[in-house]
């Protein structure tokens, strides 16, 4: 793949690194020799999303020009994605070889149960931090970054002092299971604290930032159902009536058809128009109906 090293600053993603993260945006392997762009074309990816997610995996920073850019349901599918990799295959993974190491004990301590029931709090502990996520609670889940973090080195602490081996045969796999079991606990550590990095640096602003063009739409429409309360005010029902038809362009016999009123009835709400707005052209009243949100354009 084109492009599928990516280096900043005398640091790099290698290809593999590059291809995995991707992966999670629901690209798969086999890109041949096209660019990240023309993959994320034929995939239908917001490539900018795919490009802030890489850039910040290599410098723990978003370009500006990349922060504007982010697509809120692509890097939503992003988490979900990782969400699915950690709960459906790092941490069974990790479970079954806690398990295995377990089973060439040979020994009668409780002590490697204990473990495994101290992993499997963590992981319910990981299936929480995710829940909230689903649930779109970033505030919740940025509190528990730090207690999983400490969740996680106390296993590691444990396995390491105090997991009980055997002095047989059976002990060189035994610590080749523990230390698999160690390795993968640290590359998850890094997976799940990029994983949190990029809610709490790149998704969290992107939902604020969101929330407030929303907020701010329901302000604006807000201000136009209020000035449309101020028009009823001055203007009787009948009369915004006769605006809306003038502003759509029919003429004082028209008005007076689709109204069923004579044409002379017309003319004199359009005079108490006039008398009342001080706007007494066609074109005045038109650009009076627009403001006011009479009609919409």
Do not use: W
């Not at 992003?78 to 950690?86: D, K, M, Q, R, V």
């Not at 490697?112 to 995710?130: G, N, T, V, W």
């Not at 970054?145 to 080195?153: Q, R, V």
């Not at 915004?240 to 017309?266: F, P, W, Y």
């Amino acid at each position: 793949m084109r492009g599928g090293r990516v280096a900043e600053h005398g640091q790099s993603l290698t290809e593999e690194q590059v291809l995995q993260l991707m992966n999670r945006f629901g690209i798969s392997m086999g890109v041949g020799e096209k660019s990240i762009e023309e993959v994320c074309t034929e995939h239908q990816v917001d490539c900018h999303t795919v490009m802030a997610i890489i850039n910040y995996a290599l410098c723990k920073e978003l370009p500006l020009q990349l922060e504007e850019l982010i697509h809120i349901p692509t890097l939503h599918r992003y988490l979900e994605n990782a969400h699915t990799y950690f709960l459906k295959f790092q941490l069974p993974r990790i479970r079954q070889e806690l398990l295995e190491a377990i089973n060439l004990a040979h020994s009668t301590s409780q002590v490697p149960l204990m473990i495994i029931q101290f992993f499997d709090e963590y992981a319910r502990e990981i299936k929480s931090h995710i829940d909230h996520e689903m649930e779109h609670s970033y505030e919740q889940h940025a509190r528990d970054d730090e207690h999983i973090a400490n969740k996680a080195h106390e296993l590691k602490t444990l396995i390491i002092k105090y997991y009980p081996t055997n002095t047989n045969e059976d002990n060189t796999e035994q610590m080749r299971l523990l230390y698999a079991v160690l390795h993968d606990l640290r590359h998850f550590e890094n997976e799940l604290a990029l994983h949190c990095a990029i809610e709490d640096d790149i998704m969290l602003p992107a939902l604020r930032k969101e929330q407030r063009k929303q907020s701010q739409h329901a302000s604006e429409k807000e201000d136009n159902y209020s000035s449309a309360l101020k028009v009823d005010e001055v203007l009787s029902a009948r009369e915004i009536e006769v605006i809306r038809h003038v502003a759509q362009g029919l003429s004082n016999k028209e008005i007076a058809d689709v109204m069923c009123l004579s044409t002379h009835t017309v003319m004199s709400h359009r005079k108490n128009i006039a008398r009342k707005l001080d706007i007494h052209s066609t074109a005045g009243l038109t650009i009076y109906a627009v403001v006011n949100g009479i009609v919409e354009v």
